[in-house]
C-alpha cells in the first residue's frame, strides 16, 4: 500500500505549478495527513466492498501535451445540441473553457490564481474535510492545481446548464481536480457533467459546493468513462437554509468508480435530493456512497437508487442519514432496488439511519432480486418476445431515476444514454 | 457514560470483589494457561476438552475487543475478572426473602412473579426455597422416556463426550470474536440438549428446570442439536431479574438443526440494566449462532431484550441445506442509560433457502438502540428469499434508534427485501388513548405493545404474557 | 379453432386438470363454470403457456397447430389473447409504449407494417372511449395503481386492439360492480364475430347475461363433468354447485344437464 501511496503522491509531478504561499501551506498540512491515514483498505468501513488492489498494479507516468482542438470537438460532440450557457472542458489536469457572458463576474479557474480568488476559495474550504481519514481527499488536496472555481453572485439565476466535459488524450495518468462551488443566496444553476476519460488512469475529483439560502442546484453527472479507468470522487456539500440541491448520477462507465458524497444539512428548511443509476456490465465496480447529516430542523433527505449488473459487476450502495439531536422534524427517505442479471454480478448495499432526535420521519427500503416473472408472462403473453420483454421490464425498472430530470431536453437526453447502455447489456 | 461513572463501576467492582472467601476451589483474578487447566481439571474434563480450550486462549491473546460501532464500552480489564469460583456456600446465601433488596421483591410484584419462584430468582439458598426440584424431577423423567438428553454441559461433556466432540465449536468456531475465543477457554457450564431423530420434544425446554442450573456463572455455553426429523423449542432466560454479581457476560449458544429439524429458541432478557443514572448494570455480550445443517432445516430465534447496560449480540442462522429456513423476531427496548446493538446474520448457502427478520427496538430516555444485521446470498443460494422489516420507535428527545444493515447478494435469483421505519409515538395517538381515559404511561405502554405484537406472537404463550408485563415496568418513568 | 383433448395438467406435483376435453369452433363464445379450486384459472394459464403448469398428457390444437410447443408471445403473434383474473403492475412501463409495442411486435411477426404512435394513440383513444376508459390511463405505468374496474378495462382494451383469433377471459367479472361490468361486456359483444372465438371463464351466470354464451361447460375436480346451452348456466345459479358433487360421474351430470 505504502509502494501505491508513493507512486501516487509523486505522479504527474511534471505539472506543479506555483501555487503560492499559502497553497504550499495547506499542501504541507495535507500531506502529513496523507502520510498519518495513509489509503484506506478493506477494513475501513467505507471501503469495505472495494478493494484498490488494481491501482496498485498500475503505473502513473508524467503528462504530455495535448491537442486543444481535438479536445473541442470531442467535447462539443459528447453534448450535440443540449442547450449551454457554457462549456468546460477539463483535459487531464488541462482547462478549457468558452462561457456565456453571465459567468463574467463569477468564475476563476485555477487554485493558484489569487487574483480572481482561486486561492481563497482554497483556503477557505479545504480543510472543512478536516474530520475524514480517508487518504485520497488529503491527496487531492497536495496534489490538485486546477478545478472548475465560481462564486454565483446573490440572486443570480442561470437558466441553461454549464456544461463539464471530463477528457484525457494520454493513457494511464493519474489526474487530481478540485472544484469549489459556491451559490449565493438566491441563486439557481444548472450543472452538467460529462466524465469520458479513457485508459487506464486514475482520476482524483474532489467537490467542495456551498449552497447559500434559498439558493438551488441541479446537478447532473454522466459517468461514461472507459472500461479501464479508475475514478475517485469525494463531493463535500453544505446547505444553508431552506437551499436545495438535486443531484442526479448516472454510472454507466469506468471498471472502478467509487464516489462518496457527505451533505450538511446545516440550516432549518434545507433539502437533499439523490437519485442514482447504476449500470454496470463486464468487470465494472461501482461504489457510491451518500452520508446526510440533518443538523437542523425540518430538513428533508431523499436518496434513491436504482442498480442494473450484468457479467461480472459489482455495485455497492450505501446510503446513510444521519440525524443530530434537536433536528426535529427531519425527513429522511432512502430506497436502493437492484437487479442482477447474471450468475456473475454482485450487490451490495447498505442503508443505515442513525436518528438521536424525537419527531422524525425516517424510512429505507432496499430490495435486490430480478425480472418479476409475472410481468415478464404478462408481456409475453401479449406477443414481446424474451429480449424484448426483458427490455421493457429493465427500462420501467430505471425509469424513475431519469424521470426526476425536470428539463426534457436533459432527460430525452439522458435516456438515450441510459437506452443504449441498456440494450449491450441485455 | 461519563469517565466518572465508568470509573465508580470498576471501583464498586473491585470493592465488592468477585471472590468473596479464599479457599481451594477459587482462583485468583487474572489468566492464564494455569487457570484455564484449573477450571478443565475442576470440571473434570477429558484431554481434547482442556486442550480445546487452550487453543481457544492461544487465540484469543492474538484478538483484540470489538470495534464497538455505536457502543460506549468502557475498557474491561480482563486480568482482574476471577474466571472459576466454586458455587456459593448455603449458608452465604440469603436465608429468607427479608434479606433480599426490597426493591427487586417490588419488582417480582409487578410482572406477577409466584412466590415460590421469588425465592429462587432471588438466590436465596436452595433448602429455604418453597422447592420446585420435584416438579423438575417429573419432568425429566418425560424427557428420558423419549430419549432426549437435557442435562448440563458439565454433565454431558461426561455423558456424552462423543455428541460434544462432534459438535462443540462447529457452529461458533474457537476463534470466531474476541468474546466467543475467550468463552471456549474459560467457560464454567450452560446446556446441553440432544433431541434423538424424528423425536418432538414433548414439551418447552427451559433453563428454569434445568437441575444445577444456579450459578453457572458469567462465561455459559449451550449446545443444542436436533437429529433429523426432530422439532424443539427451548426457553433461555427469564422475565424476573435475576441476582447476579458478574458484570460481564460473554455466553456462547450453538444450535445444529440436521435434515427436517427445527430450533425455536426463545430469550428473555432482563439482567441488571444499571439505575436511571446509568450506573452499574449488566454488560451482555453474546454469541448465538445457528446451523441448519440438513435440507429443509428450520432455526427460529425471538429474544425480548429488556436488560443489561449493554446488550452486544446478533443471534444467526448459517441455511446451509436447501430449503432451510431462518427466522429473527427482536424486540430490544432502552432506557435510561442502556444501550444495545443488536440484530442477527442470515448466511444463505443452500437453494430455496428462506430468512425472515423483524427486528422492533424502542428507545427512552438517554437509550441507544442498534439495529445491525447482515443478509448474505451465496453464488450457490438459487431462488433464496429474505425479508426483513425493522422499526424503531423514539420515546422521549434524548434517546437514539440505529439501522445498519448489510445486505450482499451474489445470485441473481434470489430475491431480498428490506424495509426500515423510525417514528416517534404519534402525539395524535397519545391524544386518542388520554381521551378514551388511559393515562400517558398506559397509553405508551399499550402503543408499545402494538408495536411488538408480531415479535410477541412468536413467543410461547406464557412467556408472552409476562414479556409484555416485563416491557410495561421497563417503560417505567419514560414518559412525562 | 381450438381442439383441447384429454388434458392433464400438475401444477407443484398436484394434478389439477384431469382429463379435460373442449373443442370451440370459429365465432362459437364458450363459457367454462365451476366451483373454486375446479381448474378454471389453470385452464386460462395453460394456454397462454405459463410456466409452472406441467402437461403430462393430452394435447392443445389452436388453428391446426401444437399450441403446446409455442412460447406465450409465440402463442399470442398465433392470435391467442388471455385477458388476465389478476392483470400485475409493471410500474415505470408506459401503457401506451407497451401496447403499441406489442402491436407492432405482433403486426411484424404476421408480415403487417408497424403502426406509427400518432396511428396508434388515435386508435387507442377510440377503444378506451368505447370502454368509457380514461385517455390519461394510457399515459400510466401498465396497471400501476389502477383500481380492480380499471384494469379490467385495461385487459379489454388490449383485447380490442391486439385482436386476437381467440380470447380467453379469466374471470373478467371479478371486481367489477354492475356499470363495470356492463361496459365491459359490451365491449367484449362489440368484438363478437364469425371468425373470433372466446372462451369465458367464470364463477358466477351474471356474467352470462351479458355475454350469452353458444355453450356452457361445467368445470369440476379437473373435468369437463358437463356441458349445455344457456340454461345450464341458470340451473348452476339457482341450485349452485352442490348438485355437481351429488352426481358421481361425469356421465351422471351429463343426463342431468340434458
Same mark, same amino acid.
Given at each position: 500500500m505504502t509502494a501505491l501511496l508513493n507512486k501516487l503522491m509523486h505522479a504527474n509531478e511534471s505539472m506543479n505549478i506555483d501555487v503560492g504561499v499559502g497553497v504550499e501551506k495547506l499542501r504541507q498540512e495535507a500531506q502529513k495527513k496523507v502520510l498519518q491515514y495513509g489509503l484506506p483498505t478493506l477494513r475501513d468501513e467505507r471501503w469495505k466492498y472495494t478493494s484498490l488492489k488494481l491501482l496498485e498494479r498500475r503505473e502513473y507516468p508524467d503528462s504530455t501535451d495535448f491537442d486543444e482542438a481535438a479536445a473541442i470537438q470531442q467535447a462539443n460532440k459528447i453534448i450535440g445540441d443540449l442547450p449551454s450557457a457554457g462549456l468546460v472542458i477539463f483535459v487531464g489536469e488541462c482547462c478549457l473553457l468558452s462561457l456565456a457572458p453571465e459567468w463574467a463576474d463569477s468564475l476563476s479557474m485555477l487554485l493558484s490564481d489569487a487574483s480572481t480568488g482561486g486561492q481563497q476559495a482554497l483556503t477557505a474550504d479545504a480543510l472543512v474535510q478536516d474530520s475524514s481519514s480517508d487518504g485520497f481527499i488529503w491527496l487531492n488536496l497536495t496534489r490538485a492545481t486546477t478545478g472548475l472555481i465560481f462564486n454565483l453572485p446573490v440572486d443570480k439565476s442561470i437558466e441553461k446548464p454549464l456544461h463539464v466535459v471530463y477528457l484525457n488524450q494520454s493513457n494511464a495518468q493519474a489526474w487530481y481536480l478540485r472544484h469549489h462551488w459556491k451559490l449565493a443566496g438566491n441563486s439557481k444553476l444548472t450543472i452538467m457533467e460529462h466524465q469520458y476519460y479513457s485508459g487506464a488512469g486514475l482520476g482524483n475529483i474532489y467537490r467542495s459546493i456551498e449552497l447559500g439560502e434559498n439558493s438551488e442546484l441541479n446537478w447532473l453527472t454522466v459517468q461514461q468513462t472507459g472500461s479501464e479507468f479508475v475514478l475517485l470522487q469525494h463531493n463535500h456539500i453544505q446547505q444553508q437554509h431552506n437551499s436545495l440541491c438535486k443531484q442526479l448520477n448516472l454510472d454507466l462507465g469506468a471498471r472502478l468508480a467509487r464516489q462518496e458524497t457527505r451533505v450538511q444539512l446545516a440550516e432549518p428548511e434545507a433539502g437533499y435530493r439523490y437519485a442514482g443509476l447504476l449500470l454496470g456490465q463486464q468487470r465494472q465496480h461501482q461504489d457510491q456512497h451518500v452520508q446526510v447529516n440533518h443538523e437542523a430542523v425540518n430538513c428533508s433527505s431523499q436518496q434513491s437508487y436504482r442498480t442494473v449488473l450484468g457479467g461480472h459487476a459489482r455495485g455497492v450502495v450505501n446510503t446513510a442519514a444521519k440525524v443530530a439531536t434537536g433536528a426535529d422534524g427531519s425527513d429522511v427517505q432512502q430506497n436502493t432496488a437492484s437487479m442482477l442479471l447474471s450468475n456473475t454480478a454482485e450487490m451490495d448495499a447498505k442503508p443505515e439511519l442513525e436518528i438521536y432526535a424525537d419527531e422524525v420521519v425516517a424510512s429505507h427500503g432496499a430490495t435486490i432480486g430480478q425480472l418479476d416473472e409475472d410481468a415478464m408472462f404478462y408481456l409475453r403473453s401479449r406477443g414481446l418476445n424474451m429480449d424484448l420483454a426483458r427490455q421493457m421490464l429493465v427500462g420501467g425498472f430505471v425509469s424513475n431515476i431519469v424521470e426526476t430530470i425536470e428539463a426534457d431536453e436533459l432527460r430525452a437526453y439522458t435516456e438515450v444514454l441510459v437506452r443504449q447502455q441498456l440494450e449491450q447489456m441485455l | 457514560m461519563s469517565n466518572a461513572q465508568i470509573e465508580q463501576i470498576i471501583e464498586s467492582r473491585y470493592k465488592h470483589g468477585f471472590v468473596t472467601d479464599i479457599d481451594s476451589d477459587t482462583v485468583p483474578p487474572g489468566l492464564d494457561e494455569n487457570v484455564i487447566r484449573f477450571i478443565s481439571a475442576k470440571k473434570e474434563e477429558p484431554e481434547w476438552l482442556t486442550e480445546w480450550r487452550l487453543e481457544a486462549y492461544r487465540h484469543w491473546l492474538n484478538m483484540t475487543p470489538p470495534d464497538w460501532a455505536k457502543l460506549q464500552v468502557p475498557g474491561i480489564d480482563f486480568q482482574s475478572i476471577s474466571y472459576y469460583s466454586a458455587p456459593?456456600?448455603?449458608?452465604?446465601?440469603?436465608?429468607?426473602? $427479608?434479606?433480599?433488596d426490597p426493591k427487586l421483591l417490588e419488582t417480582y410484584d409487578k410482572l406477577g412473579v409466584p412466590l415460590h419462584e421469588r425465592a429462587r430468582l432471588a438466590g436465596v439458598a436452595v433448602d429455604a426455597v418453597f422447592d420446585s426440584v420435584s416438579v423438575a424431577t417429573t419432568f425429566k423423567d418425560k424427557l428420558r422416556d423419549v430419549g432426549v438428553i437435557f442435562c448440563s454441559f458439565s454433565e454431558a461433556a461426561k455423558t456424552h463426550p462423543e455428541l460434544v466432540k462432534k459438535y462443540l465449536g462447529t457452529v461458533v468456531p474457537t476463534s470466531d470474536n474476541f468474546f466467543a475465543a475467550l468463552n471456549c477457554a474459560v467457560f464454567t457450564d450452560g446446556s446441553f440438549v440432544y433431541i434423538p431423530k424424528?423425536? /418432538?420434544?414433548?414439551m418447552e425446554l427451559s433453563t428454569y428446570f434445568r437441575i444445577n442450573a444456579i450459578n453457572t456463572g458469567q462465561f455459559e455455553r449451550t449446545l443444542i442439536i436436533a437429529d433429523k426429523g426432530s422439532y424443539v423449542s427451548y426457553l433461555e432466560g427469564c422475565t424476573a431479574p435475576m441476582r447476579d454479581e458478574n458484570q460481564l457476560h460473554a455466553a456462547v449458544v450453538e444450535l445444529i438443526a440436521l435434515e427436517d429439524a427445527e430450533i425455536r429458541y426463545s430469550t428473555v432478557q432482563n439482567w441488571y440494566p444499571g439505575d436511571e443514572n446509568g450506573k452499574g448494570g449488566i454488560y451482555n455480550f453474546v454469541t448465538k449462532r445457528g446451523d441448519c445443517q440438513g435440507d429443509r432445516a428450520r432455526i427460529s430465534w425471538t429474544q425480548v431484550e429488556t436488560g443489561s447496560a449493554i446488550t452486544w449480540k446478533y443471534p444467526s442462522?448459517?441455511? /446451509?441445506? $436447501?430449503d432451510s429456513s431462518g427466522e429473527f423476531y427482536s424486540v430490544a427496548l432502552t432506557h435510561n442509560y442502556q444501550q444495545a446493538d443488536t440484530g442477527t446474520k442470515m448466511i444463505h448457502l443452500g437453494k430455496n433457502t428462506k430468512s425472515r427478520i423483524i427486528s422492533k427496538g424502542i428507545s427512552a430516555g438517554h437509550g441507544q438502540n442498534s439495529y445491525r444485521g447482515l443478509v448474505k446470498v451465496g453464488k450457490n443460494a438459487d431462488h433464496a428469499r429474505n425479508f426483513t422489516q425493522c422499526d424503531s420507535l423514539l420515546i422521549g428527545k434524548q434517546c437514539g434508534a440505529h439501522t445498519f444493515p448489510y445486505i450482499e447478494s451474489k445470485n441473481p435469483s434470489a430475491k431480498v427485501e428490506h424495509e426500515a421505519t423510525t417514528s416517534s409515538i404519534g402525539e395524535d395517538q397519545l391524544f386518542y388513548c388520554q381521551s378514551r381515559g388511559l393515562d400517558e404511561e398506559t397509553a405508551v405502554a399499550m402503543i408499545v405493545n402494538g408495536f411488538c405484537k408480531e415479535v410477541f406472537q412468536k413467543l410461547p404463550m406464557e412467556f408472552a404474557v409476562e414479556a409484555r408485563a416485563l416491557l410495561e415496568v421497563s417503560l417505567e418513568g419514560a414518559v412525562g | 379453432m381450438l381442439k383441447i383433448e384429454n388434458l392433464h395438467v400438475e401444477v407443484d406435483g398436484k394434478e389439477i386438470l384431469k382429463g379435460l376435453t373442449l373443442e370451440v369452433n370459429p365465432g362459437e363464445i364458450h363459457a367454462v363454470m365451476g366451483p373454486n379450486g375446479a381448474g378454471k384459472s389453470t385452464l386460462g394459464n395453460v394456454l397462454a403457456g405459463r @410456466? *409452472?403448469?406441467?402437461?403430462t398428457a393430452g394435447s392443445i390444437r389452436f388453428l391446426g397447430e @401444437?399450441?403446446?410447443?409455442?412460447s406465450p408471445d409465440e402463442r399470442a403473434i398465433a392470435g391467442l389473447f388471455l385477458a388476465f383474473q389478476y392483470p400485475v403492475a409493471i410500474p415505470g412501463v408506459n401503457n401506451a409504449y407497451f401496447l403499441r409495442t406489442a402491436l407492432n411486435a405482433q403486426r411484424t411477426a404476421r408480415g403487417e407494417p408497424e403502426l406509427d404512435a400518432m396511428g396508434f394513440l388515435k386508435l387507442a383513444r377510440e377503444q378506451a372511449g368505447i370502454l368509457d376508459m380514461d385517455d390519461k390511463l394510457l399515459q400510466r405505468a401498465v396497471n400501476d395503481g389502477f383500481s380492480g374496474g380499471e384494469k379490467k378495462r385495461n385487459e379489454i382494451l388490449q383485447m380490442a386492439i391486439l385482436e386476437p383469433k381467440l380470447a380467453v377471459l379469466d374471470?373478467? @367479472?371479478? *371486481?367489477?360492480d354492475i356499470d363495470a361490468l356492463r361496459i365491459v361486456s359490451q365491449g367484449v359483444n362489440r368484438l363478437r364475430d364469425p371468425q373470433r372465438s372466446m372462451i369465458v371463464i367464470t364463477h358466477y351466470q351474471r356474467l352470462l347475461d351479458h355475454i350469452v354464451p353458444d355453450v356452457v361447460h361445467v368445470l369440476a375436480d379437473g373435468q369437463i363433468v358437463a356441458s349445455g346451452d344457456k340454461s345450464l348456466a341458470m340451473k348452476l345459479e339457482k341450485e349452485g354447485y352442490a348438485w355437481l358433487k351429488a352426481t358421481k360421474t361425469a356421465s351422471e351430470a351429463l343426463t342431468l344437464a340434458s
Open positions: - | 456459593k456456600k448455603e449458608s452465604d446465601k440469603p436465608q429468607s426473602l $427479608d434479606e433480599v424424528g423425536v /418432538r420434544c414433548p442462522c448459517i441455511l /446451509r441445506g $436447501d | @410456466d *409452472g403448469f406441467e402437461v @401444437d399450441l403446446l410447443t409455442l374471470e373478467t @367479472d371479478s *371486481g367489477l
